[in-house]
């Protein structure tokens, strides 16, 4: 009897011991759970997939706190989907964007043509470059290189974005005074910086942006009157000069020099001039010289 009792209290506190050890793991995966639950709770808020860089430094960290846990199924199948996903959102997103773009410019008229297939990708709808960003789903758009707008990469965002910048850079252009305005700057900038002939464009588009303000500007010269003069609209300009009238007005001629060796480096001494088709060099200075008159 004796001996029975004792193997039965030896089986209960065997079996004791390993529902504690279920509880206690149990209470372990549960604690595990719970903390891989508030890792992946980035990954289920608004917007959590807007930006796929953002959402790549996110993946990263979940990752390494989630192999800091022991094991957890459905934290580990989660993240698999949500990177399956990550990887298949760019191309899906790159062939429908192309599709729909190309759809787009037709039905308005416009030309599309793809300056290049690799990041960055960029495409020209004339006047202007459009850099599309897939991993951040925005396009950027551009003249002379210089950013002018920014939008969802989305073909009617595009498009409406497009529209508004061109507007924009169409605005108010007289060819005749535009010229005249240069010549001015010109000369008023090398008597200022002491230079020679040749007025590099950092010294020479400030003296330019004072000539353009209006006459609220002039009557009382505040910050709130003042009407910038970006450095892409420079070089819209001087592409509707070129193909207005030339370079050449009252025996003067405006030339612009190209930047060379280092100086196309600095991109805050130079600029890009551009054509509509995006064909174009970098320059660093301007000077006018005079013509000979023809009899």
Not at 161 to 167: D, E, L, N, Q, T
Not at 222 to 244: G, I, K, T
Not at 254 to 270: C, E, F, H, P
Request: hydrophobic fraction near 45%; proline fraction near 4%.
């Amino acid at each position: 009897m004796n001996e029975a009792s004792g193997e039965e209290t030896a089986a209960a506190t065997s079996m004791r011991e390993r529902v504690h050890a279920a509880c206690k793991e149990l209470k372990e995966q549960a604690a595990a759970a719970v903390r891989a639950a508030r890792m992946l709770a980035p990954l289920g808020k608004a917007g959590a997939y807007e930006d796929t860089r953002k959402l790549d430094k996110v993946l990263t960290k979940v990752q390494k706190g989630l192999g800091s846990l022991p094991a957890v199924p459905l934290a580990t199948a989660t993240m698999e989907l949500v990177e399956a996903w990550r990887k298949a959102r760019q191309e899906t997103l790159r062939q429908q964007l192309g599709r729909e773009l190309k759809a787009a410019c037709d039905g308005a008229g416009l030309s599309l043509h793809t300056v290049s297939r690799e990041p960055p990708v960029e495409v020209r709808i004339s006047p202007l470059a459009v850099v599309i960003d897939f991993d951040r789903a925005r396009a950027e758009l551009r003249f002379a290189k210089e950013a002018l707008g920014y939008c969802p990469a989305d073909a009617k965002a595009i498009l409406t974005a497009h529209a508004k910048v061109k507007a924009g850079l169409e605005r108010g252009f007289a060819a005749e005074t535009f010229f005249d305005q240069c010549l001015t700057a010109w000369r008023a900038a090398r008597a200022a910086t002491a230079s020679s002939e040749r007025v590099e464009l950092l010294d020479f588009l400030p003296f330019l942006a004072v000539l353009r303000q209006p006459a609220k500007f002039r009557s009382a010269p505040v910050r709130e009157n003042f009407a910038s003069y970006p450095r892409a609209q420079f070089a819209f300009d001087v592409m509707r000069l070129r193909r207005e009238f030339g370079l050449s007005r009252n025996g003067w001629r405006m030339n612009l020099g190209v930047a060379t060796g280092t100086t196309a480096s600095d991109k805050r001494r130079v600029l890009y001039l551009e054509d509509e088709a995006g064909n174009g060099e970098y320059k660093l200075t301007v000077f006018f010289t005079k013509e000979e008159a023809h009899p």
